[in-house]
């Protein structure tokens, strides 16, 4: 169900996409610390990592917290870690640009896919690890949205669009790392990087597959410089999160195209 913009000024709903994107990056800045570990990320309450206090209310208010502690816990001193504020800054941008960009209808679902993609994209460049489940759920909502895409159109074409799509993304990507492992004789790839390009796909369809890997290379060239330039040493196994140039470009995509 989307908003509508005629009766709501654009100050509000920019300002309250801002809050709620800062609520959910909170909790993906959790995730993102708890997942690793194996830990509940809906059961426990938040405490710090050093000292292990519960965290109070006023500490956790999204953004304006971690500033206000300057990124340290008061009782410790133990480092909160800019990560946490990297996620509540980046679920507010998401919701803030799907509100004043994405196709119109789609700043809902636009959000949804950002919101998934920032979390998968944190965990591959802090981990190199994209959790299955969560790449499931990201197929999952793609099928819902792809569906009641079809539904509204009154035509089966969405979802024929979006199953061509979510097959080439994992197909080509898989057949990639399978011709890689057979000439090099180990991987070129994560595990997860096939079915989260086939996700993708799902959502964006088959053009979006092609444009989201030729965008993630531009992507991947461009962190290969920045690490050459910061005098980062680059050799042929140096694992670079391909997961997070996939969800860098396909969010983009997505708020220009709407789904594929």
């Not at 990124?71 to 800019?82: L, M, V």
């Not at 000439?183 to 053009?207: E, K, Q, S």
Request: overall charge positive.
């Amino acid at each position: 169900m989307e908003i509508n913009a005629a009766l709501v000024p654009l100050w509000l709903l920019v300002s309250g996409a801002a809050v709620l994107g800062a609520v959910i990056g909170s909790f993906m800045g959790a995730a993102l610390a708890r997942l690793p570990e194996q830990r509940s990320i809906v059961r426990g309450r938040s405490a710090c990592n050093g000292c292990g206090r519960a965290l109070t209310v006023g500490e956790l208010i999204p953004v304006f917290s971690w500033i206000a502690l300057r990124g340290k816990c008061r009782t410790c001193g133990g480092s909160i870690g800019a990560w946490q504020l990297a996620c509540e800054l980046g679920g507010a941008a998401i919701a803030v640009g799907a509100v004043l960009f994405a196709r119109e209808g789609h700043a809902l679902a636009a959000m949804v896919l950002g919101w998934q993609l920032l979390l998968l994209a944190m965990l591959d460049m802090r981990h190199l690890w994209l959790p299955r489940v969560l790449i499931a759920w990201l197929a999952v909502s793609g099928c819902a949205l792809v569906l009641a895409e079809a539904w509204r159109r009154q035509s089966a074409d969405p979802a024929l669009v979006s199953l061509v799509g979510g097959v080439l993304g994992f197909g080509l990507l898989w057949l990639i790392a399978r011709v890689y492992l057979k000439a090099r004789g180990r991987d070129g790839m994560g595990a997860g990087d096939p079915p989260l390009l086939g996700a993708i796909g799902l959502w964006l369809g088959p053009l979006g597959v092609v444009e989201v890997m030729l965008g993630a290379s531009i992507v991947g060239i461009v962190a290969a410089i920045v690490m050459l330039v910061s005098k980062r040493s680059i050799a042929a196994d140096t694992a670079l999160p391909l997961g997070t140039c996939f969800a860098a470009t396909a969010w983009p995509l997505f708020l220009l195209q709407g789904p594929g």
